[in-house]
């Protein structure tokens, strides 16, 4: 029996389909995209919870076109100091001494100096005398700006410094007892001869004679491009006695014993080069060499910690214009150094290396050859997670980023090496807690807000938390008081950006003292300060340093987890009324517990974050018949207030808008009722508060051809239906008159 019935309905089944497949489809609800979207406190697919923590990224911020704002630099200046022989001027015998500098720029001015080596102080010296022949080639200008000259350190008692300037001056001093200068004159290319007595020399300002005498060097600075060159020859200095003078002491020059001059350099150069990849300028980083060293190199100190839960993107452009006459002693590196509480890290990135093997090394340090290297005249893409490349090759929970060192360095008879540099980041999380999954064991220090003021840590992992297993706990009793603050790079803040701060916290013990306390305090670069205050219990604590704060709504709430989720925009223009136009410059977390008190705070899922513009999801519309009205709706979703418009335009005209009506279940809005033979195309369109806006893709619908009247009706649909009941029904009789009285009868 129940095989008949299996057949029966299979057939009736399928003759339904056929009947459906011939018989003419009426219009239906249509559904472009039925899922809904809501958002959560803090979805990470959505906004932007990553910060570039390297300052000035894009090298646009100059202060000259030698100097960058906002990065640490150092360049070498290009200075010398040599045993000079013919044809350069010698006075006595066949050495003199030369000094020579000049400067890139007037804001790094190049600095030479020739000293003594090993001085031993000499107390109450007497008649102290100081003779030589001395000759200058070229001052550029000599009046408060380049000059050559004699420094003498004495004590009197505490230190005292004479100064003797030859041919040069600098107006703005005046004598004193602890700074004294002299003008010394004399024709230039020439040489000239000083004799003085340093002692008299310093009672005739004084007024009383030095009780001690240090040291003394020849000094040239030069801000000029142009160089400063002088010479001496056959000094001789005495104190009853000659101390130098002639052989003695290498006096005249002659030998090369006992003097020293530092290390002398080649000019490095760090410009601003208009060649970029964004915006008007890269950096140009040139260090050339004719023999002595020109190194360089800038600096970023991030202090970001990177863990396998907040790993990092570090990336930027770069493109090697010239590497010529290159050695083991020429090169261009990116060192990054970093630690975890028991080790320090150290790789280095290498772009260039003028060893014929290609192989630069450094003990105890990971080497990597990257993308580009010593290729010259093309951009090259850097871009390598720290994180990755420190963790593969050790064993640690985290690392926290100290320094970023690009570091250049030429060192040879004709060696040059030229790179430009643009949109350097360092992308991780702005607040680098998050959910403090990556954090110690239960009791340990959390590291992220730097380390404990007292002898116990008073901001600990705990396993209280709001999701995942691990939290932060701030306890403190008994009139202590905790407060440490984070910077912040690049996070900037006006009218176009929908800036927030989100996370959650929880008072787990708060004994209500006075002066139990707890606020964040939020510093904007332009000199506000706003606080937030979430637990107090007598007057707000204004003298602390913060010019407004917010009460929030749930203070002093015990023993609930609260989402802390608030623009920070908005609560600028609420605290001063006026809009922002600045960054965030740091965060500081504030709390105190009164004497026999006790406040416990924890804290769980720190973000700050950008949320984009609006999210249009779940577009329906209902049936689209001719004359008839079609209602569109949509969810649409943001952080902010926002408004939700509908674009529709008829067989490809002029676009009309309709604003949407938030029902409480959507966004609404009716496109009239067409005619028949008619394509609609509409859009959905949400704008923030924050000018950011969003769109949906457009859509389409048509409304058909009107029937013609002068055509038969077409009857085939009916008889086919019709044909189908009947043989369901002669089905329906067979099965029960005949079929099933005769299986009960067997």
Sequence with gaps: MSSHLKHIAIFCVSLWLLSAMITTPTEALVTFDNSEYQLAETDLDRVEWKLNHISNPGMEEWTTAHDIDDVYTYRTTEHYSWYAQAPWPVNEGVRSRGIQSRSIDPNHPANAYISRYGWTHWNNPTNLTMKF??????????????????????????????????NCEETGHTNTTNYMWFFIDGPAQTWNTFDRNITEDFFEIAGYYPTQFQQFRFEQLTHSSDYSRAFIDDLEMANGTIIYGGSTGNGNFETSAEWTSG?????????????????????????????????????????????????????????????????????????????????????FYVLAYGDNTNTFTWEGAQVINVTGFNTTGQWNTFSRSIWNDISSVNQTGFITVEQIEINIRADGPTSCISILFDEMHLQSAAMDDKGYEDQGDVGDEVLSWGASSGFQPEFTVTDTAYSGSKAANLTLVDGNSWGEDRDFENRFINNNTDLWLDFFWRIENDTAHAENLMYLEVSFETGETLAYIFAYHSAVPTGNGFDEYIILPEVNTNGTWINFQRNLFDDFVTAFGSEPVTDIENFYLFAEADTGGRFEILFDDVYLYNDPAPEISGIQMTSQIANQAVNVSATVSDLSSFAVELHYRVNGGSWTDVTMVDTGAGFNATIPGQTWATQIDFYIEATDEFG???????????????????????????????????????VVIVYYFIIRPKQSSE
């Design 263 to 347: 290390t002398n350099n080649e000019a490095a150069d760090i410009s601003r080069s208009s060649i970029s990849q964004e915006g008007e300028w890269s950096f140009n980083a040139t260090a050339k060499s004719i023999g002595n060293q020109s190194r360089l190199y800038f600096s970023y100190y991030p202090d970001r910690r990177l863990s396998s839960m907040n790993p990092d993107t570090f990336s930027f452009q770069w493109m090697m214009n010239e590497f010529d006459g290159a050695n083991e002693d020429t090169f261009a590196y990116v060192e990054v150094g970093c630690y975890n509480q028991s080790e320090s890290f150290t790789v």
């Design 133 to 166: 022949d001395w000759y200058i080639d070229s001052i550029p200008q000599p009046i408060d700006y380049d000059y050559f000259r004699l420094d003498i350190y004495l004590g009197a008692p505490g230190d005292v410094d004479m100064h003797y300037y030859f």
């Design 692 to 730: 950011q806006v969003s769109q949906s893709t457009e859509l389409t619908y048509l409304i058909p051809s009107e029937p013609d009247p002068t055509q038969p009706p077409d009857y085939l649909p009916l008889i086919v239906g019709v044909g189908v009941v009947v043989v369901i029904v002669g």
